[in-house]
């Protein structure tokens, strides 16, 4: 298995290189062609492939490029363009209108229920809050009536013991 594993991942990795490789080597020729062109030279190909400079050409010359903006020396990663936004073309297909259709419906019910239980959540943590505090209130009323007996028993219960205590003495 993991032969099969590295024995995929290696040639997924050959791929990506000489994809970029052709890639940036099929840019390279367009760009070279265009400032050949530009220049009233006729674009010279090497045997590789790759286009051949002409001498006492620079490559910014070749490149197109201002020679404020010099390319990349080797091994050297140019930054990346500013990302773009990149939308399809809608599709005349039924199907793929109505997968569209459901993706944004589907999109709009998530951001309404999110909302929704949002709000729902701060409506339960205040009403918790409340109850818990009227909780509390209705701890310290019910201590403070228990109090207010004892103490109101406490002083009947010494009257009574002092009247029968005046009337003994009678």
Same mark, same amino acid.
């Given at each position: 298995?993991?032969?099969?594993?590295?024995?995929?991942?290696?040639?997924?990795?050959?791929?990506?290189?000489?994809?970029?490789?052709?890639?940036?080597?099929?840019?390279?020729?367009?760009?070279?062609?265009?400032?050949?062109?530009?220049? +009233?030279? =006729? *674009?010279?190909? @090497? %045997?590789?492939? &790759?286009?051949?400079?002409?001498?006492?050409? $620079? #490559?910014?010359? /070749? !490149? +197109?490029? =201002? *020679?404020?903006? @010099? %390319?990349?020396? &080797?091994?050297?990663?140019?930054?990346?363009? $500013? #990302?773009?936004? /990149? !939308?399809?073309?809608?599709?005349?297909?039924?199907?793929?209108?109505?997968?569209?259709?459901?993706?944004?419906?589907?999109?709009?019910?998530?951001?309404?229920?999110?909302?929704?239980?949002?709000?729902?959540?701060?409506?339960?943590?205040?009403?918790?809050?409340?109850?818990?505090?009227?909780?509390?209130?209705?701890?310290?009323?019910?201590?403070?009536?228990?109090?207010?007996?004892?103490?109101?028993?406490?002083?009947?219960?010494?009257?009574?013991?002092?009247?029968?205590?005046?009337?003994?003495?009678?």
């Amino acid at each position: 298995m993991t032969q099969i594993r590295k024995l995929l991942t290696v040639t997924a990795a050959f791929a990506t290189v000489t994809t970029a490789a052709v890639f940036a080597q099929g840019a390279y020729a367009q760009n070279a062609a265009q400032g050949a062109t530009q220049a +009233g030279e =006729a *674009p010279t190909m @090497a %045997p590789s492939g &790759a286009p051949a400079m002409a001498p006492g050409a $620079a #490559p910014a010359q /070749l !490149t +197109g490029q =201002a *020679p404020s903006q @010099a %390319p990349a020396a &080797a091994g050297i990663a140019q930054p990346a363009p $500013a #990302p773009q936004a /990149l !939308t399809a073309p809608q599709s005349a297909d039924p199907l793929v209108q109505k997968r569209n259709a459901n993706a944004a419906a589907n999109a709009e019910y998530r951001s309404a229920k999110k909302s929704a239980n949002a709000g729902y959540s701060d409506a339960k943590q205040q009403a918790k809050s409340q109850y818990k505090a009227q909780v509390k209130d209705a701890k310290i009323n019910h201590k403070a009536d228990r109090q207010a007996n004892d103490s109101e028993m406490k002083d009947q219960m010494n009257g009574m013991s002092a009247q029968q205590q005046g009337g003994q003495s009678q």
